[in-house]
């Protein structure tokens, strides 16, 4: 197979934050010391007018804005993961295909396996260019993420997304090899028609996030022959800022490593999302030569690993011509509990 990698890639989170020690004054809890737990400052909140359909397109939107001169009608696929897609049938992909104007000469899905579908459509991508069936193919991962009042996911589930195109001409980040670990592992879930997910507590840490990232890593860095000090930067899911401190160190990779891919502590968990704008911040700060690594997590139980060099077309790539992390992260609004509660749907006024 012919070298296959990211062309571009684009981010985008809501500007609007709400804190911990609000959402407990609510509960009657500790929300700063829940805060402490998590490793959570603050989280990302959706405006009313927004879903994974404006992220996903927004991200795209920056993408594309990257790479001029790629033609929009040579996208052969477009893939949005998500876990909370605004319809329950009617595809996000299309919506976000015709926003940037992408050719209907195309094959389009939503996929769906918890947080980890953004990165099964990395894979899905590369495995359509490299065989030479398409010359780009759009992977996004992206969620408006869910958690009921007063439950423990409400302190961290928030909102975002990052979008990229995947080819084989004038890659900036070649990726190396990628491979999965999946098990049937009933951690967390939510039936149709439920608004919000149900968890198994304590059970979500171990045996599903940490036996699963655990697995997919070191199969990784047995397949590659490398060690952790190989790499100059390394991504892994984060419900929260404590699994994936932990289970870096646990692997052997330091907290320099995992500073930049690291976005839960200020954003919240984005789900879909958390792995792709990890790796988004990344490359904003990366260059030629550096080596990432990259293990997702989706509940269900799955984790896809990657091994990714930056390339030297790094240099020419045109990453002024959208905001960076940085700078999206930098313009925030914070809200008080009732127009938070009010943006997600939570209360609604009587018609």
Excluded at 6 to 28: F, N
Excluded at 140 to 157: C, H, M, R, V
Excluded at 327 to 337: E, G, M, P, Q, V
Aim: hydrophobic share 35%.
């Amino acid at each position: 197979m012919m070298d296959v990698g990211i062309v571009s890639y684009g981010a985008y989170v809501p500007r609007y934050r709400i804190k911990p020690e609000e959402i407990g004054r609510i509960w009657g809890v500790d929300g700063k010391s829940m805060g402490k737990g998590l490793m959570i400052n603050q989280k990302s909140v959706p405006s009313p007018d927004e879903d994974v359909v404006t992220i996903a397109t927004e991200a795209a939107r920056y993408m594309m804005a990257r790479v001029p001169e790629v033609d929009p009608k040579d996208i052969g696929a477009m893939y949005v993961g998500s876990e909370s897609h605004p319809y329950a049938v009617k595809p996000t992909s299309t919506i976000v295909a015709e926003a940037i104007e992408a050719t209907p000469n195309m094959t389009a899905a939503d996929m769906e396996f918890a947080c980890k579908a953004g990165t099964a459509g990395i894979q899905v991508c590369m495995g359509l260019v490299g065989s030479g069936m398409i010359r780009y193919g759009v992977a996004i991962g992206a969620d408006t993420s869910q958690g009921a009042p007063g439950d423990a996911l409400e302190y961290s589930a928030s909102a975002g997304g990052a979008a990229y195109l995947i080819g084989t001409e004038k890659i900036i980040a070649k990726i190396n090899k990628t491979l999965s670990f999946t098990t049937d592992t009933p951690d967390f879930w939510r039936r149709e028609g439920q608004p919000y997910p149900k968890h198994g507590g304590r059970f979500t840490g171990e045996p599903a996030y940490f036996r699963h990232i655990t697995s997919a890593a070191k199969m990784m860095l047995e397949d590659r022959g490398t060690k952790p000090e190989d790499y100059d930067y390394a991504v892994f899911h984060q419900p929260n800022g404590k699994f994936p401190t932990r289970v870096a160190a646990q692997l052997g990779f330091t907290p320099e490593q995992i500073q930049y891919g690291l976005l839960t502590p200020e954003i919240g968990n984005t789900y879909s999302g958390a792995v792709p704008l990890g790796l988004a911040n990344v490359l904003d700060h990366a260059k030629p030569g550096d080596r990432i690594f990259v293990t997702s997590y989706g509940s269900g139980a799955g984790s896809d690993a990657f091994d990714i060099t930056v390339t030297d077309e790094i240099a020419n790539y045109k990453r002024d011509n959208a905001p960076v992390l940085e700078k999206i992260l930098s313009k925030t609004i914070d809200l008080d509990y009732g127009t938070y509660a009010k943006f997600k749907g939570k209360i609604v006024m009587p018609e």
